[in-house]
């Protein structure tokens, strides 16, 4: 079964601190795979996506991902932390069967202290 | 240009009643996506639409549940007697077409079932 799999409930980091919000993915074929964020009572915004070419893919606010093919993974990276992320992040994978459709993980609530 | 549009924000309603959920896609995009968060859960997928037709309902519960995007109007997304496991939130995105990779999401609608 195609499926996302974000193993951190949540990730406390310090401000100013890199942090890491890992990703898995399991599908067949070419991994479409997106970054999306959502504070409390609002939509998901996107974040940023891989389809092809350069793995390490750079978005909104600083944050980064790298899509890694051998460990399939696409984890979301920022250099240094802004208490202001603090947020629900959720990684998703386009598939096709039968149609598009999104899978999205269970989400990682990250939390920046000062 | 405004963004994807959901109507009403927050929605109550008594179990067995009927909820009505609204989604007014971003201008120029013809397709919709619904979505249902629970509490603590990530996006599970419900049903995918296109003007006057659905695309994939593969997500929907087999009753109660149904989906609409008229030629005219929003989207539409209706729940016959509710019940308490039916709380939750629901989001609508929307995009340009299936060339687009990006979807973007409405406010959501945060529906209780008393």
């Known amino acids: 079964a195609q499926s996302v799999a974000q193993p951190e409930d949540q990730v406390n980091v310090a401000e100013g601190n890199p942090l890491t919000v890992k990703c898995t993915y399991s599908v067949s074929g070419n991994p479409y795979l997106f970054w999306y964020v959502q504070y409390p009572n609002r939509g998901l915004q996107f974040l940023l996506k891989?389809?092809?070419?350069?793995?390490l893919v750079k978005g909104s606010y600083g944050f980064e991902a790298e899509f890694n093919k051998s460990q399939t993974s696409f984890h979301l990276k920022k250099p240094s932390a802004l208490v202001s992320d603090s947020a629900l992040y959720f990684c998703?994978?386009?598939?096709?069967?039968?149609?598009?459709?999104?899978?999205f993980g269970t989400g990682t609530r990250l939390k920046v202290l000062a | 240009n405004a963004g994807v549009m959901q109507n009403p924000r927050h929605l109550v309603r008594r179990r067995g009643q009927e909820a009505r959920l609204r989604c007014s896609p971003m201008?120029?995009?013809?397709?919709v996506y619904w979505y249902r968060q629970l509490p603590e859960e990530g996006l599970k997928f419900m049903v995918y639409l296109q003007k006057e037709n659905i695309i994939d309902e593969s997500g929907m519960p087999k009753e109660r549940f149904s989906a609409e995007f008229p030629k005219e109007g929003p989207s539409i997304l209706r729940i016959q007697q509710v019940v308490r496991g039916d709380s939750a939130a629901y989001f609508c995105?929307?995009?340009?077409?299936?060339?687009?990779?990006?979807?973007?999401f409405g406010p959501g609608t945060r529906l209780t079932v008393t």
């Open positions: 891989y389809i092809t070419g350069d793995n």
């Open positions: 995105a929307s995009s340009p077409g299936q060339s687009s990779y990006e979807q973007y």
């Open positions: 998703a994978v386009r598939v096709h069967s039968g149609t598009y459709k999104y899978i």
């Open positions: 201008k120029g995009h013809s397709h």
